[in-house]
C-alpha cells in the first residue's frame, strides 16, 4: 500500500533520515513522538505535502486508476476549522463531488459517528471538536479514502463521536483502509493498537506484532499484579532480565531482547501464580541502534 525506501525529508524544525517502512491495507498504527522528532514531517510527506530529498515513497491504492491517489488520503488534524459557508449537509455532498465518489446521504455518514445533530448547521459556525467530528465521519464512511492520518484520537473530539468510534475504526479497516495515527502518550498507543512507529530525533524504529521479522531491541516492563512478592522472586531466576526492582505494588523490568523477556514474564507469572492486572512496555530508544542498522525493520 505504502512503502518508505531509505527516505530523508527535511520540514520546519524537524528532519527525517533514511525511512524504511511499510503500511498496508487493514492495519492500524500509532506513531509516538514529538513534533521535533519527525511525526507531522512524517504525516505531510504521507499526505504529499512534502517531497523526500533523497528516497522514494510507493503508493499503491485500491480506487480506480481515474481518480488521484491523494483523494484517497485524509489528514484529520487535532484542531480542524472550516471557513466554509454552507450547512454540514452540503459540505459533506461537496465533499463526495471533490473525490469523485457517488454521493452518500449526509445524514447517515454522521450518524455512523453519532453526530446527526450536525446535520444542519453552517460548517464555518462548528467549534473544532464538531469539525473534527464531520472531517472523521466523512473518513470513515468514504469509498475513495484508503489511509486516514487521525493527529490524537481522544483528543478534541465529540462524546458521542469517542464512545463510537472503536467500532467505526474496525469497521474502516474491514473494507481495506489504513489508519495512522498520532500519540503523545505511550500507554494510549498501546491500547490503540499493536503497531508500532517510534520516532527520534529523526530516526524511525518500527514495531509490529510479526515477531519473525522484528529484530530484538532492549525494551522495559511495568507489572502490577495480585502479589508483587511472589511475581519477584519468581523473576529474579530470569537471566534474560537484565534489571528487575520494585516500586511499591509495581515491578520494573528491563532487557535487551523484547521475545526472551516476554517469555521469561509468562513463565514467573505461572509459576508465581499470580494475576496480572496490568503490563505495558516500551523500547529503551536510547540504547537502540540506529533503524537502518537493524535486520528486519522494514516491517
Known amino acids: 500500500m505504502i512503502t518508505f525506501n531509505e527516505v530523508t525529508a527535511e520540514g520546519e524544525g524537524a528532519s527525517l533520515h ?20 519527525g511525526v507531522a514531517l512524517f504525516f505531510s510527506l504521507l499526505a504529499g505535502h512534502t517531497r523526500p530529498q533523497q528516497g522514494s515513497i510507493q503508493k499503491s491504492f485500491s480506487i480506480p486508476h481515474t481518480i488521484p491517489s491523494q483523494r484517497a488520503i485524509a489528514w484529520i488534524p487535532l484542531i480542524h476549522r472550516s471557513t466554509e459557508a454552507m450547512s454540514v449537509e452540503k459540505l459533506l455532498e461537496l465533499c463526495s463531488l471533490v473525490r ?40 470513515l464512511t468514504s469509498q475513495i479514502v484508503r489511509l486516514i492520518l487521525l493527529e490524537e484520537p481522544y483528543l478534541n473530539v465529540e462524546p458521542h463521536a469517542i464512545a463510537a468510534l472503536p467500532s ?40 509490529s506484532p510479526n515477531q519473525e521479522t522484528s529484530p530484538a531491541y532492549p525494551v522495559r516492563f511495568q507489572i502490577l499484579s495480585s502479589d508483587p512478592s511472589a511475581l519477584l522472586s519468581a523473576v529474579l531466576d530470569e537471566p534474560s532480565l537484565t534489571s528487575i526492582t520494585r516500586n511499591y505494588s509495581l515491578i520494573l523490568l528491563e532487557s535487551e531482547d523484547q521475545l526472551a523477556a516476554s ?37
Open 100 to 139: 469523485e465518489e457517488p454521493l452518500q446521504s449526509p445524514a447517515e455518514r454522521l450518524a455512523f459517528l453519532g453526530l446527526s445533530s450536525l446535520l444542519k448547521k453552517r460548517a464555518d459556525a462548528l467549534s473544532p471538536s464538531e469539525m473534527r467530528g464531520v472531517a472523521l465521519s466523512e473518513a
Open 168 to 207: 467505526a475504526l474496525q469497521h474502516y479497516t474491514q473494507r481495506g483502509g489504513c489508519i495512522i495515527s498520532s500519540f503523545s502518550c505511550l500507554q494510549q498507543a498501546h491500547r490503540f493498537t499493536d503497531h508500532h512507529l517510534f520516532f527520534q530525533k529523526g530516526l524511525v524504529y518500527v514495531f
Open 263 to 299: 517469555a521469561a514474564i509468562q513463565r514467573a507469572v505461572l509459576r508465581s501464580h499470580v494475576e496480572v492486572y496490568s503490563l505495558t512496555s516500551e523500547p529503551i530508544l536510547s540504547r537502540m541502534k540506529p533503524p537502518s542498522s537493524q535486520q528486519g525493520h522494514a516491517i
Open 18 to 37: 533514511h525511512v524504511c517502512c511499510s503500511l498496508q491495507e487493514k492495519e492500524v498504527w500509532a506513531t509516538i513522538g514529538g513534533q521535533d522528532d
